[in-house]
């Protein structure tokens, strides 16, 4: 319930995201990965990045301590949105690209809900565009996990809206002309209140960004780097290679120095030139520890944070940026929207039956006997 | 000066001007004033899409017509008895629709001659008034300068002329309310509040309203009043309402009714717009309503409001509806309560924004892939608005469904006298809406029991609605085929026709719960049956009247359910001869009946974003009454 201390200040107080939903009873057995596995089979492609999600998804959920009847994931069409049938909670697999704004109705019907959307590149970037961005600047209480393997894989391997420009594909044999969209700066630039960027293959840093986005209150995005073995084998080799993966990924902590490379060596310092960030080497060419950019994910205005996610590649993926790229408090929708109706419910006197006499009896009225 | 009265059983007067001259709100004044009388009354506003259309232009022109009546009526009336034209494009535009004998009221001053030439007059028609080449002969045109009239009458509050000259449809509004002998109470109260923060706009619109008023009572060119009645009425508590305004009240009460929080997942698009201003109006009722950005989210986030135990409802026109036909699909097959209401507008595409038309059924009925039935409601008149979107909710929530309501423009705007309805819990206005929402599993025994989600109610049909924060009960849905009982997906051949066996039976039962057809057959021996559904039911009413008057029989049947059927309408149609099916059209409920009854129906359609013409109508039913009986006498 939305408190009256809330409501007089005009704007509810910044809770966690899963503030209002129930939590186990006190003494209660805590629930297991297993509690959280559901009947049905799982039928995603061998060595498909999906299984390593699912597995980390399932085993992390016990950790919010939460009802299990109390959660719900909703999802579009695609690879990944089979992910609800997985799971033994309350899901919809809905209708392509809709998912977020399923959710959207159901975050604001319910504010009991943890709230889960797993859409992928095609579903939430392509068909659902629209749906994305209209639920970041909405802020609405859910968490989208969007897995971007860079390829349509149920239809069978068609480029994407991440696909790399000049891709060959069964639609693009001579090269797709399309740029592709890099999700966390569309994100951003949609004033989301938390994005991240994770990858299939770390579970640790995958549980870690999970946790940090099911504890904000608002619209999480969190994108996924998903290998799809079929389609799309090694989009993310770079990045996941020994030999390269220091040098390709750019971790982000909130408050710490932007570090990365072999030893450290390499680091992010302001662009001033550009107004933007780029990569230097610490110690070479009068650059110090001093100059290196502290990373900060609270920061209320998201330029910086803009700059980070423009050093992902655009093409064959050999950089990026890894992490909480931002985190802000803003009042979210269904929040503000509870309460108005919370405030006008308080403000009326009486039974809503007789409230309803009187509203559809209002007006100019005349009686004839 | 004493007037003459001369008493009159019903009038039709239109009310017309450029759009930014306050004709609607004239017109909504004058139907207040007239309800409040008691006189009954029916009311057709008309207005241009553009929000300004080029001021004095012909596609400028913005009218409103009201007929009141000392009995019953059913329409807004075929043409107008009096014609108010505030200036040249609304006498132009209008002059076509007037009867031999018609009073035309036109301010004088407005007919300029930069405004003759915009509406395309060459020369001034009120210079010839009389003249062998009056364009207006055979009409009683009053020229009255009502624009000079007003801004002298309210000078002494220091407005611009131009502000000043706002007021004439004020001033027009006086002079027709002392003509028609209406209560001015209404009026005076309604300006004292709407103007309450401007006192200067308000004064000058009193005073403009009463100069008005003493104008007609003092001139010479208005020889007569008239007196029309009040109409008997059954007891009970009226009001005038729109279709629009009653839709949302339904819907509220349907809420109430069911216990279940509204959600209104909607996008604006005219003429539906209103009903989510009204609904926003009343979060007090614990009614959430979501602006989306499309109409595709607008359904989504009322289904997703559905799955978690609200009433979803979403609100559109045609372009709407095609829009969220996939959606409407997720609902058939989720088989989740949801309320999707059409207000029908001239089609296809963009089409007539403001102008009404029936054109929707066959989307309502057959716009999804797939076979995916969707039950249907029609209200009938603005004031039914209410029940049937009542209805809806009912149908919606009993059987687990996307219920379809199909209103139009002709209704949604248009308003007439409505008994206020019994909303007491107890009442038997409304029918019961009972959730019954799952709370334990309904499967296996002891270790084993389990949720299955779509295990069915054997009477309706519907599924089990268990909503998220029921322990135990959690199940997954979605859009891909279920296996009977359990819900898991399921691609088995036999399983696909079951179901899709199912969701159609389970449509079917719905007129189970249907009452038998009103068939209207006042001799019980007609042999030609008038078929009708949604807004043509006062037209169609009206033209039955006419033509029993003549001295025909003919009966009248209005569909309130075009999905399922009720019951008993193959055994209606069978009773008569011939089937006459007047539509806003070119045959859509004549191509079912065709299909489903082999009744070889007759189509009587016009398309012309307007409502059908009761005296047109009823020439063509006399015409098919004599046909069938000249076919009976020439049978051996």
């Not at chain 2, 505030?86 to 004998?101: F, I, Q, R, S, W």
């Not at chain 2, 009343?282 to 309503?289: D, E, I, L, P, S």
């Not at chain 2, 248009?414 to 309904?442: C, Q, Y």
């Amino acid at each position: 319930m939305t408190t009256d201390s809330s409501t007089e200040l005009g704007m509810p107080a910044l809770r966690t995201g899963t503030e209002l939903v129930p939590t186990l009873a006190d003494g209660a057995p805590p629930a297991t990965a297993k509690d959280y596995t559901s009947d049905q089979e799982v039928r995603w492609c061998p060595g498909c990045g999906d299984y390593a999600v699912l597995k980390a998804v399932q085993s992390f959920l016990p950790d919010l301590g939460l009802r299990r009847e109390n959660i719900v994931f909703v999802s579009g069409i695609g690879c990944s949105s089979r992910f609800p049938y997985y799971l033994d909670t309350y899901g919809m697999h809905s209708i392509h690209g809709r998912a977020p704004a399923i959710a959207t109705g159901l975050a604001t019907a319910r504010e009991d809900l943890s709230v889960w959307v797993v859409t992928g590149d095609g579903d939430a970037l392509s068909i659902g565009g629209n749906h994305l961005i209209h639920a970041l600047r909405r802020n609405v209480n859910m968490t989208i996990l969007l897995f971007n393997n860079r390829i349509y894989g149920l239809t069978k391997g068609q480029y994407s809206p991440t696909s790399e420009a000049g891709k060959i594909t069964k639609s693009t044999p001579m090269g797709s002309l399309d740029h592709p969209f890099n999700p966390v700066s569309l994100a951003l630039g949609a004033e989301a209140s938390f994005v991240a960027r994770t990858i299939d293959s770390d579970r640790k840093h995958l549980t870690s960004v999970l946790s940090a986005a099911a504890a904000h209150r608002g619209t999480s995005l969190v994108e996924i780097y998903q290998n799809c073995p079929i389609f799309n084998d090694g989009a993310f080799d770079a990045i996941k290679g020994r030999d390269t993966a220091a040098d390709a990924l750019i971790p982000l902590v909130h408050g710490r120095p932007i570090r990365f490379g072999a030893d450290g060596a390499k680091g992010l310092v302001r662009d001033h030139e550009t107004g933007g960030v780029r990569v230097v080497e610490v110690g070479r060419d009068g650059v110090t520890d001093d100059d290196v950019l502290v990373h900060d994910a609270h920061a209320a205005d998201p330029s910086t944070a803009f700059a980070i996610s423009r050093l992902t590649d655009s093409g064959y993926l050999n950089r990026s940026p890894i992490g909480i790229f931002r985190q802000v408090e803003r009042a979210t929708y269904d929040d503000q929207a509870r309460a108005q109706v919370s405030a006008a419910g308080h403000a009326a006197a009486g039974e809503p039956a007789d409230r309803l006499a009187a509203l559809v009896g209002g007006g100019d009225t005349w009686t004839v006997v | 000066m004493s007037k003459q009265v001369q008493q009159l059983d019903r009038v039709v007067i239109r009310f017309a001007g450029d759009s930014g001259d306050g004709m609607q709100l004239t017109g909504d004044r004058f139907t207040q004033e007239s309800a409040v009388f008691g006189n009954d009354l029916v009311t057709l506003p008309n207005f241009p899409a553009e929000i300004r259309a080029p001021q004095g232009t012909l596609p400028g022109v913005s009218s409103f017509q009201v007929h009141f009546a000392d009995h019953d009526i059913l329409t807004a009336g075929d043409a107008p008895d009096v014609l108010v034209a505030m200036n040249p494009a609304a006498l132009k535009a209008n002059l076509g629709d007037l009867p031999k004998g018609a009073t035309v009221i036109v301010d004088s001053h407005d007919f300029t001659a930069r405004n003759l030439a915009k509406a395309g007059y060459e020369a001034n028609p009120l210079d010839s008034l009389g003249e062998p080449d009056d364009v207006l002969a055979g009409l009683a045109v009053h020229p009255v300068d009502l624009t000079g009239m007003t801004v002298a009458a309210v000078k002494e509050f220091g407005l611009s002329r131009k502000d000043a000259s706002r007021a004439k449809n004020m001033f027009a509004l006086g002079l027709l309310s002392w003509m028609y002998g209406r209560p001015t109470e209404p009026t005076e109260a309604f300006l004292a509040k709407r103007f309450s923060k401007v006192p200067d706009i308000r004064d000058a619109n009193l005073t403009a309203f009463k100069a008005g008023w003493a104008f007609g009572e003092t001139t010479e060119t208005f020889a007569v009043r008239y007196e029309v009645k009040p109409a008997p009425m059954g007891p009970g508590t009226y009001r005038n309402i729109t279709g629009n305004l009653a839709l949302a009240y339904g819907l509220v009460a349907g809420s109430v009714r069911s216990g279940l929080p509204l959600f209104l997942g909607s996008y604006p698009i005219t003429p539906a717009s209103d009903i989510l201003h009204e609904l926003s109006k009343h979060k007090a009722f614990g009614v959430t309503t979501f602006q989306a950005e499309d109409e595709i989210a607008g359904i989504g986030a009322a289904i997703g409001a559905s799955f978690g135990g609200a009433l979803g409802v979403t609100t559109t026109s045609g372009p709407g509806i095609a829009l969220k036909s996939e959606s409407i699909g997720l609902a058939v097959m989720t088989e989740l309560p949801l309320v999707v209401i059409d207000v029908q507008r001239g089609g296809p595409s963009t089409g007539l924004p403001t102008k009404t038309e029936q054109s929707d059924l066959l989307q309502a009925m057959f716009g999804r892939n797939g076979e995916a039935p969707v039950p249907i409601v029609a209200p009938q008149s603005p004031g039914d608005c209410f029940a049937a979107a009542v209805e809806a909710a009912r149908i919606a929530v009993t059987y687990r469904t996307p219920v379809m309501l199909l209103s139009d423009g002709y209704l949604a705007n248009g308003s007439e006298p409505w008994r206020v309805p019994d909303v007491s819990p107890d009442s038997a206005d409304l029918p019961t809406i009972d959730p019954d929402f799952a709370t334990e599993t309904n499967h296996g025994e002891g270790e084993d029991a389990e949720f299955w989600p779509y295990l069915r109610d054997e009477t309706t049909l519907a599924r089990p609605w268990a909503v998220p924060g029921t322990p135990g009960l959690e199940h997954r849905i979605g859009g891909l085929e279920k296996g009977e009982g359990h819900g898991n997906i399921s691609y088995d051949p036999a399983n696909h026709d079951l179901m899709v066996r199912t969701r159609q039976a389970k449509v079917d039962r719905i007129a189970d719960s249907l009452p038998p057809l009103e068939v209207d057959d006042p001799s019980g021996s007609a042999r030609v049956l008038a078929i009708g559904w949604g807004s043509t039911y006062g037209p169609i009413g009206a033209a039955c009247r006419r033509v029993r008057k003549a001295g025909h029989e003919v009966a009248q049947v209005h569909l309130r359910h075009l999905n399922p059927f009720p019951r008993d309408l193959g055994e209606v149609l069978a009773r008569y001869d011939r089937v006459l099916v007047p539509e806003m059209n070119l045959g859509q409920l004549s191509m079912l009946l065709r299909a489903r009854y082999l009744v070889d129906a007759v189509g009587y359609n016009q398309v012309r974003g307007l409502p059908l013409k009761a005296a047109e109508l009823a020439e063509a039913l006399a015409a098919l009454i004599t046909e069938t009986q000249q076919t009976e006498e020439s049978r051996p």
